[in-house]
């Protein structure tokens, strides 16, 4: 059983960086597919970027592409997403999500087997 516990969130400045933080307990997280998604208020859930199972190179929403940034450390059982330029609209709970040995590209939320609790972000000045 894999447990993920995102962190990282908080109160943001426009223009400014956050990173995030999805961390498995014990498990590295190297031969799983990794996706980061956010809920705003009001609206439906939607996918901000993912890594495939031991692959490097993330597939990243329109939303957000130029601005974000996916990373493993799998010294540390973490997968990193770090977004820059940060707008009001990006303000959200963001998830974090894994399942072993997938292909992340157009995998939603509910397809994969582990998900965290959320960690708000809200970025106002």
């Known amino acids: 059983q894999l447990q993920l516990v995102e962190s990282g969130g908080g109160l943001a400045q426009p223009g400014g960086s956050l990173r995030l933080s999805c961390a498995s307990s014990?498990?590295?997280?190297?031969?799983?597919?990794v996706g980061w998604f956010r809920q705003a208020p009001g609206k439906e859930r939607e996918r901000v970027s993912c890594?495939?199972?031991?692959?490097?190179?993330?597939h990243d929403a329109d939303s957000v592409k130029g601005r974000v940034t996916i990373a493993r450390d799998n010294a540390k059982h973490a997968v990193y997403l770090q977004l820059d330029s940060l707008k009001p609209e990006d303000t959200a709970v963001y998830y974090c999500?894994?399942?072993?040995?997938?292909?992340?590209?157009?995998?939603?939320?509910?397809?994969?087997?582990?998900r965290g609790q959320g960690t708000q972000v809200t970025v106002s000045s």
């Open positions: 999500a894994a399942a072993y040995d997938r292909n992340c590209r157009g995998m939603g939320f509910d397809a994969y087997t582990y």
């Open positions: 014990g498990s590295p997280l190297h031969f799983y597919a």
């Open positions: 890594v495939s199972s031991g692959e490097y190179n993330s």
